[in-house]
């Protein structure tokens, strides 16, 4: 399966670019998104959106250190977002 980046060595607080969830079927999406580099007091936070416009937190999908979380979800967009950056944070993160 392909790796979907969703951040690339960002440095600043903000969001990733939108990543579209292709179904293959009706059913839920199964994942497993991940996030790694240099956190220096930076969380990176694992959104969801049913239009691309309206996101929502995934529970359990707040990191402060390099990790994973396992996902299945139904709407249609994902992304990244980077909060309380500091002098050398560079995170990357991605879904497979």
């Known amino acids: 399966m392909a790796v979907n980046n969703l951040l690339n060595a960002r440095t600043t607080d903000g969001s990733g670019p939108t990543?579209?969830?292709?179904f293959r079927d009706r059913g839920p999406r199964a994942g497993t998104l991940f996030a790694y580099g240099?956190?220096?007091?930076?969380?990176?936070?694992f959104?969801?959106?049913?239009d691309g416009t309206t996101w929502?937190?995934?529970?359990?999908?707040?990191?402060t250190s390099k990790g994973t979380v396992k996902l299945a979800t139904v709407?249609?967009?994902?992304r990244a977002t980077i909060s309380n950056d500091g002098a050398t944070t560079s995170l990357s993160a991605g879904f497979q």
């Not at 959104?47 to 049913?50: A, I, L, T």
């Open 19 to 22: 990543l579209a969830v292709k």
């Open 38 to 45: 240099t956190f220096d007091g930076a969380t990176v936070t």
């Open 47 to 50: 959104e969801e959106s049913p």
């Open 56 to 63: 929502f937190t995934i529970a359990s999908g707040a990191l």
């Open 75 to 78: 709407m249609g967009y994902l």
